[in-house]
């Protein structure tokens, strides 16, 4: 069974300093890995994805993460951190060959301070 | 372009009562997928819907079904309602070409709150 582990339920930053979120994953394949982020009522946006190609993936908003398979990670960062990246970020896990099941972490609630 | 629209936003029922949630697809989308996200944690996917037949299902019971009618459109339905159902459901939908690739695009809600 695949499964995802968010490490930090709340993170706080300052404006302009970086970010780090982190994820571990547990699957016994090669995992297709996602970050997706939530707004206040605003539906989930896929941020990055990462599917067995380059393993430093960069996704929307200047968002990176890099997938390591020694430490099963996935850790999501960003140089520096803006007001509007206030959010919920969720780490996700997928079996492609089943389809778009996925399966998500439980979250990380990102705290922006100016 | 609209995205994925459900509805109602939000609504409240009792237990041991029935809801149906509704979801229209991203324009061009064939594929809904519904998901259950209780307080506090991450989505649970509940089943996928293609070609009007269930695709997929995730860990959910019986009394949890769903429907997708010939426009793409989706409905999700409850039964025999529990406290432990309140959550937000999440609509999801994607074309035949993503598929298989984890791109959703999720509508923002149904909001049930079981008392």
């Known amino acids: 069974a695949q499964s995802v582990t968010q490490l930090d339920s709340h993170v706080s930053v300052s404006e302009g300093t970086p970010v780090l979120l982190r994820c571990n994953y547990s699957?016994?394949?090669?995992?297709?890995l996602f970050w997706y982020v939530q707004h206040p009522n605003k539906g989930l946006q896929l941020l990055l994805k990462?599917?067995?190609?380059?393993?430093l993936v960069k996704g929307i908003n200047g968002f990176e993460a890099e997938f390591k398979k020694s430490e099963t990670s996935f850790h999501l960062t960003k140089p520096s951190a803006h007001m509007s990246d206030a959010a919920e970020y969720f780490c996700?896990?997928?079996?492609?060959?089943?389809?778009?099941?996925?399966?998500f972490g439980a979250g990380t609630i990102l705290r922006v301070k100016s | 372009d609209a995205g994925v629209t459900q509805s109602p936003t939000h609504l409240i029922k009792t237990r041991g009562q029935q809801v149906t949630l509704r979801c229209s697809p991203k324009?061009?989308?064939?594929?809904v997928s519904w998901y259950q996200q209780a307080l506090g944690q991450g989505p649970q996917f509940i089943f996928q819907?293609?070609?009007?037949?269930?695709?997929q299902r995730g860990n959910f019971p019986d009394r949890f079904s769903g429907h997708q009618f010939p426009n793409y459109s989706s409905e999700l339905n409850v039964n025999a309602l529990l406290l432990g159902d309140s959550a937000l459901y999440l609509c999801?939908?994607?074309?035949?070409?993503?598929?298989?690739?984890?791109?959703?695009?999720f509508g923002e809600g149904s909001r049930l709150t079981v008392l």
């Open positions: 999801a939908s994607s074309s035949a070409v993503l598929r298989n690739t984890g791109e959703l695009f």
């Open positions: 699957s016994s394949y090669s995992p297709s």
């Open positions: 990462y599917t067995s190609a380059a393993t």
């Open positions: 996700v896990v997928s079996d492609l060959s089943e389809g778009n099941k996925l399966v």
């Open positions: 324009s061009g989308h064939d594929t």
């Open positions: 819907y293609y070609e009007e037949e269930e695709r």
